[in-house]
């Protein structure tokens, strides 16, 4: 489980578990602004999803995957290994989702594994769902058309390109290429966790939500409106909304410092 | 710093910029757009208000989300990103399929500052990559019905030499390609014991179709073997390659075979039933009648004995109509007149049936009924052929003509003999029947297209 999901544990052994949750795209690489600031006084817990960065590759069972309850289940598999009690689990995205289903499992089974959430840049759903209300802020079909941009993303023939961009030789394309290592994902993966994410409604799950939370929200949020932010002030129990002025959907990378302090100050340890 | 020709290079470098054959943004870490060159503008149609946008906005839905959660965090991670195949959302016409690069410009305290971005119109590689995308799945799906397939499926080239084979050939062989890769086919699969099955059957081949033979193979399986040469377009190819495929019918060679045996021992059981027949009367006719009743006896086996050996292969008229005559009673009562006609199996046995049904009708209660009477069978092709007729098979013309027997009315209602004579002969042999009651003697005329011999 521990070299399956990649899970890299550091920080001070004696704190509280703080478990980051990459989304959709990346790998864990993305909190490498935000886990420093809490590796003094906690259990800082870093892992790749299965199927994405440095997980194993063929863990990923396309079936069982088709459902991101796996993947909440691997992340409760990884907190049992680790023998977690009252951990943080701060979520991006899909990531985000995932602990929302992970707590709701939790609080089934009374471990008491996971004692609240940090939900950064969440959406319960992506897609509009106009009878409901619901302004997810896409329609289905762009989500469909991401899921074959995907495929178009990864048939080879760009490889043979010369440097495209000033400001980089060839030598410095090969040799980014060959250390490149962020966010690798393989890309029949890639296209079936977009799926996944980005095909499926969890509205319900969020409304359930058995464990307290914060939302962080950016202000300017390419694919979360406000909109969302405002129904999951409303709707999902528990929960405090804290937004963020920050443009784009990562806010731990675009305005890390924010970020910790919300986080920080949410955990009352300012 | 103006130059030789008096040209600010400065402005030079600007222009270049500007129109160059690609797309080139630059954006602030958050997105937002701070310079678009005039080829980018123009793509994304006429001058687009930029101000105060986020260069993402210009991506289709999908580009959006995929630049928030893949580029983005690319772009900080690693600084850069590398033909992306995206697509740019045009105010007044379909989506621009493009790749898109960026490379992230760093402050000296390592922050980054800006992220440039160059833009390459992809639609026609995009098209062409459409068009491999779907020839992929065509051929992935052929290829996987030639892996299940149970045949032995196998490419060669002109001289015979194996090009490719399938699991079914290694199942087969139990060999794998590469233990046979050019290698004759004639060699590595044996025939019939047949050294040059393969050179002899593309002798054989007749410039269209394909080449079929039954076979056996050296380890005593029937195959079904055909040979058709591959057409495909190839101008670097100079000679033809074949697809040779071996259907084992092993199971259905041994039916037929076990079926031959079955009927060799029916013909045998019947002549012994007929022997058993003239045993049993010899022993209860009176001796006056006996020969003439083994006589017929006789008669009637050899005909069944003629029939039956050509069974196979068909039977000619002539034949056909000297059994009828052994019915009738005799050459004397029944002459035939016709050139040579061959039947097929099918031809002679419908028509033999339908002229025992004539044979019987007469004896009963025509002309045959009486000493005197006697059948006239005559047959010929029809000669007047139109040259639109000249396309249809050729057609012979049977005429039955009875004579010297009891005056003829016509029938109040049809017998079952003639009934059965029409429906037969119409759906069997296509044949046009005709009954004719003269009071001179019944006749019948049957017209169908025989067997053309080669």
Redesign the interface.
């Known amino acids: 489980m521990i070299e399956r999901n990649n899970v890299v544990v550091s920080g001070s052994p004696q704190g509280r578990t703080v478990v980051f949750v990459h989304?959709?795209?990346?790998d864990q690489?993305?909190w490498?602004d935000v886990t420093p600031a809490f590796e003094a006084d906690h259990r800082v817990v870093l892992y790749d999803l299965t199927g994405m960065g440095q997980s194993d590759l063929s863990a990923y069972d396309v079936a069982r995957y088709d459902r991101l309850d796996a993947h909440a289940e691997d992340l409760l598999a990884i907190l049992t290994e680790i023998d977690a009690h009252n951990a943080v689990v701060v979520g991006h995205?899909v990531g985000a989702t995932i602990a929302v289903l992970a707590a709701n499992e939790v609080m089934t089974e009374g471990t008491g594994r996971i004692g609240e959430l940090i939900l950064v840049s969440p959406s319960p759903c992506?897609y509009t769902d106009e009878e409901a209300g619901y302004a997810g802020g896409?329609?289905r079909?762009?989500?469909e058309?991401?899921v074959?941009?995907?495929e178009?993303?990864h048939?080879g023939?760009?490889?043979q390109?010369a440097p495209?961009?000033?400001?980089?030789s060839a030598d410095e394309?090969q040799a980014?290429r060959l250390t490149?290592s962020?966010?690798r994902t393989d890309p029949g993966i890639a296209q079936h966790f977009g799926r996944v994410t980005?095909l499926g409604d969890h509205r319900a799950d969020f409304e359930h939500l058995a464990a307290p939370s914060l939302v962080l929200h950016c202000d300017?949020d390419?694919?979360v409106p406000m909109t969302v932010a405002e129904w999951m002030r409303d709707r999902v129990p528990g929960t405090r909304v804290h937004v963020l002025n920050?443009?784009?959907?990562?806010p731990h990378?675009?305005v890390p410092a924010d970020v910790v302090a919300a986080m920080r100050d949410h955990l009352g340890e300012v | 710093m103006p130059d030789a020709g008096g040209v600010d290079r400065r402005e030079v470098l600007v222009q270049l910029i500007d129109d160059a054959p690609?797309g080139i943004v630059s954006t602030d870490?958050?997105?937002?757009i701070q310079y678009l060159n005039s080829t980018l503008r123009k793509w994304l149609g006429g001058s687009p208000e930029v101000e105060l946008k986020?260069f993402?906005?210009f991506l289709?839905?999908?580009?959006?989300?995929?630049?928030?959660?893949?580029m983005?965090?690319?772009m900080?991670?690693?600084g850069?990103i590398?033909?992306?195949?995206?697509?740019l959302d045009r105010r007044d016409a379909e989506p621009l399929p493009v790749?898109l690069?960026?490379?992230v410009?760093r402050n000296e305290a390592g922050e980054p500052t800006r992220f440039?971005?160059?833009i390459?119109d992809a639609s026609e590689?995009?098209a062409y990559?459409e068009e491999l995308r779907v020839a992929r799945r065509n051929a992935d799906e052929l290829a996987a019905i030639i892996r299940s397939s149970p045949n032995a499926i196998v490419r060669v080239d002109a001289g015979g030499r194996i090009g490719s084979w399938n699991a079914g050939a290694e199942r087969l062989t139990g060999q794998g390609l590469a233990s046979v890769l050019n290698k004759p086919i004639q060699d590595v699969i044996r025939l019939d014991a047949r050294s040059a099955w393969f050179d002899e059957a593309i002798r054989d081949y007749a410039g269209s179709g394909e080449v079929v033979f039954e076979a056996q193979s050296a380890l005593g399986l029937d195959f079904e073997v055909t040979l058709t040469p591959i057409n495909e377009y190839n101008p670097t190819q100079t000679s033809v390659n074949w697809s040779v495929v071996l259907r084992d019918i092993t199971q259905r060679k041994r039916a037929e075979r076990h079926l031959n045996v079955m009927v060799g021992e029916m013909k045998h059981r019947v002549n012994n039933t007929l022997a058993v027949v003239s045993g049993i009367a010899r022993q209860s006719l009176p001796k006056e009648h006996t020969p003439r009743f083994i006589a017929r006896l006789r008669a009637l086996a050899q005909a069944h004995e003629a029939l039956a050996q050509s069974g196979s292969s068909g039977a000619e008229l002539r034949q056909v109509l000297e059994f009828s005559a052994q019915e009738a009673g005799g050459a004397e009562r029944f002459a035939v007149h016709g050139p040579d006609i061959w039947l097929s199996p099918q031809q002679s046995a419908s028509l033999s049936m339908a002229f025992h049904e004539l044979v019987t009708n007469g004896l009963k209660y025509g002309a045959l009924s009486v000493p005197e009477g006697r059948v006239d069978v005559t047959y010929e092709w029809e000669d007047a052929m139109t040259s639109q007729e000249a396309d249809t098979a050729r057609r012979l013309a049977i005429t039955w003509v009875e004579s010297g027997g009891p005056p003829v009315a016509q029938p109040t209602r049809q017998g079952f003999g003639t009934k059965m004579i029409g429906t037969v002969l119409a759906a069997e042999l296509d044949a046009e029947v005709t009954f004719d009651y003269r009071s001179t003697g019944f006749r019948c005329e049957i017209v169908f297209a025989p067997l053309t011999p080669d």
């Open positions: 989304g959709f795209g990346c690489s993305m490498r995205s992506f896409f329609a079909r762009d989500l058309d991401l074959k941009m995907l178009d993303n048939l023939w760009s490889m390109l495209t961009i000033a400001g980089q394309v980014d490149q962020f966010c980005f300017a390419a694919l920050a443009t784009g959907h990562c990378m675009t | 690609c870490p958050d997105g937002r986020r993402p906005d289709t839905g999908a580009g959006q989300l995929f630049y928030e959660t893949h983005a965090p690319m900080r991670l690693q850069f590398r033909e992306i195949s995206c697509a790749l690069s960026g490379v410009r440039d971005y160059t390459f590689r995009h990559e």
